[in-house]
């Protein structure tokens, strides 16, 4: 099957996008889906610091690779052994495929699944193998298992959740990445209970996730942190019950202050290590410090060692929301409809493909919080 797909050969490419064009919209070669595989007609695919840490080269990824984690479509056909999914099926994409059989998925730990873990690392489906192709017979890499930039997907069927056919497209390719790791984090991660107090440094996609997982599990204060007015404002809409611009103030101090010498939950989703440094820095005695955003691999982060004993410390990391997606994802989308999760209030740009890099240059300056591109 000939697929326009966007496709990533050089990370590295320096901003603004739109000039240096790091993602191709290029006519590749879809094979179609092997034993436990399907292929689905991609409806809707949301941009995501995951991605942009690719095209920039942060975290290194095999080249050249067709893009895209965050995303949702329909089934067009499916291989053998594909556990009840069927052609005409609406799914939502995990990125991490959970063979089900490994260790942590076998203890409930699906977003750690090891064989899932060493696929995506590789640039292959969960099976083996590569189902992307350029027009000179070159194999193209798999982005995470999902590759949501292209019209159609060939992933394995433990990369796929079924879902209601009736969610827009726009609003359910969110819960594959946005939703599911930010709510996951306060959710599973954190279980964070009614009364207790949670920030959340950075209000991205993600952050913003968390901070309505927060209010929907009765956190209080909720407290929201960002260095971008327009964000903490939305923030502001969504629940928070104080903004701290840490652009204009001392953010540790000023959470500190506001929750009375420091929150039991601190969320840190920009992928700093210094702002996890600040996050660990406002978290009281007895807290939780829980990592959410992806840092360069090579940057390191450091705490006062006593404090984890004297002051019964935790730091944690929260990867992919510690979800396990088939029983998370329907989960999440009740709550959206319930009203709990106002995930639409998240979006904040429709694109086309072709316009792919425009998008990455928005989100590279912090002007957006989720964009979808609609096939």
């Not at 889906?33 to 975290?59: F, K, N, Q, Y």
């Not at 730990?109 to 090891?114: N, T």
């Not at 940057?299 to 730091?315: D, N, Q």
Request: charged residues 20%; aromatic residues 4%.
């Amino acid at each position: 099957m000939k697929v326009r797909a966007a496709v990533l050969r050089e990370m590295g490419l320096p901003a603004p996008y739109a000039e240096s064009l790091p993602l191709r919209i290029e006519t590749v070669e879809l094979a179609p889906p092997g034993a436990g595989e399907i292929c689905v007609r991609v409806l809707a695919a949301g941009l995501c610091h995951s991605d942009l840490s690719v095209i920039d080269g942060s975290r290194p990824r095999p080249m050249p690779m067709v893009l895209g984690h965050e995303a949702t479509g329909e089934i067009v056909e499916v291989g053998t052994d594909v556990g009840g999914l069927r052609v005409g099926d609406r799914v939502v994409f995990s990125f991490v495929p959970s063979c089900g059989h490994c260790d942590p998925c076998a203890s409930g730990r699906a977003a750690l699944c090891e064989p899932g873990a060493q696929a995506n690392a590789a640039g292959q489906l969960l099976g083996g193998g590569r189902r992307w192709s350029d027009t000179k017979a070159v194999s193209l890499q798999h982005h995470l298992g999902v590759s949501g930039f292209a019209e159609y997907t060939v992933v394995s069927a433990r990369s796929a959740v079924k879902i209601d056919a009736d969610l827009a497209p726009e609003i359910a390719a969110l819960f594959g990445c946005a939703v599911m790791t930010g709510v996951g984090a306060v959710v599973n991660t954190a279980k964070v209970a009614a009364g207790e107090s949670v920030t959340v440094f950075g209000l991205g996609g993600v952050g913003l996730a968390a901070l309505l997982g927060a209010r929907a599990a009765g956190a209080y204060p909720l407290i929201a942190v960002d260095v971008i007015a327009e964000k903490l404002e939305l923030a502001l809409a969504l629940g928070a019950n104080i903004c701290i611009d840490a652009s204009r103030e001392d953010a540790v101090a000023a959470v500190r202050e506001a929750s009375r010498g420091g929150v039991m939950y601190a969320i840190e989703s920009v992928g700093s290590e210094r702002v996890l440094a600040q996050a660990y820095a406002a978290t009281r005695r007895g807290g939780t410090t829980i990592s959410v955003g992806l840092p360069a691999p090579d940057k390191m982060f450091s705490v006062p060692a006593v404090s984890l004993v004297a002051e019964e410390r935790t730091i944690k990391g929260s990867y992919m929301g510690s979800a396990v997606p088939s029983r998370d994802l329907p989960r999440y989308i009740a709550m959206y409809r319930a009203g709990l999760l106002p995930v639409d209030r998240l979006l904040t740009h429709r694109l086309a493909l072709d316009e792919i890099n425009l998008g990455f240059d928005r989100l590279t300056r912090g002007q957006a919080i989720r964009q979808v591109v609609l096939f």
